[in-house]
């Protein structure tokens, strides 16, 4: 696998790939209809990327093999990073990974920790002092990954349904 920064080429792929995630991401107490968040969802897709340009974050395209530049190599995950972002609380400038999306059928095989590894390496060449996400606590699978990577849990968000 290889990691490297997307383009706007990389457009297609981020927004099918983006709808694919989102049953194993959204809250169970989220009571809506599935088909209503997946409208949603494109929605927010279909402007993504002109919010990450004018954002300046960074798009970053995991593929499946380690093939010379030139080679189109398949596409199997992205990670979209805003390098600076504003920590609530306090104002410090830190990484934040708006989304992380690996192809089913490559999870659990490395593409997650590349593009972490990407976003990590970015926030130090660029002197930015934290990287956060955010996860649903259902999510327990990539809960595991993060923290096999360093995330240390520093909030809790909670939500209560008041219909």
Wanted: charged share 30%; net charge neutral.
């Amino acid at each position: 696998m290889r990691v490297r920064q997307g383009n706007v080429r990389d457009w297609p792929f981020i927004y099918s790939l983006g709808k694919i995630g989102i049953p194993e991401s959204i809250s169970p107490w989220r009571k809506q209809p599935m088909a209503v968040t997946l409208k949603y969802r494109e929605e927010f897709l279909r402007g993504f990327w002109t919010w990450i340009e004018q954002s300046e974050s960074k798009a970053f395209i995991v593929e499946e093999s380690e093939q010379d530049e030139d080679t189109n190599a398949r596409p199997i995950g992205y990670l979209v990073l805003h390098g600076s972002s504003r920590e609530e609380l306090t104002g410090i400038t830190q990484g934040w990974i708006m989304d992380i999306v690996v192809l089913p059928e490559w999870r659990g095989k490395g593409a997650g920790k590349v593009l972490l590894k990407a976003a990590e390496d970015y926030c130090r060449e660029h002197e930015i002092p934290y990287l956060g996400l955010a996860v649903s606590s259902h999510n327990l699978k990539a809960i595991r990954l993060y923290e096999k990577f360093g995330f240390a849990e520093e909030r809790k968000l909670l939500v209560k349904n008041v219909e």
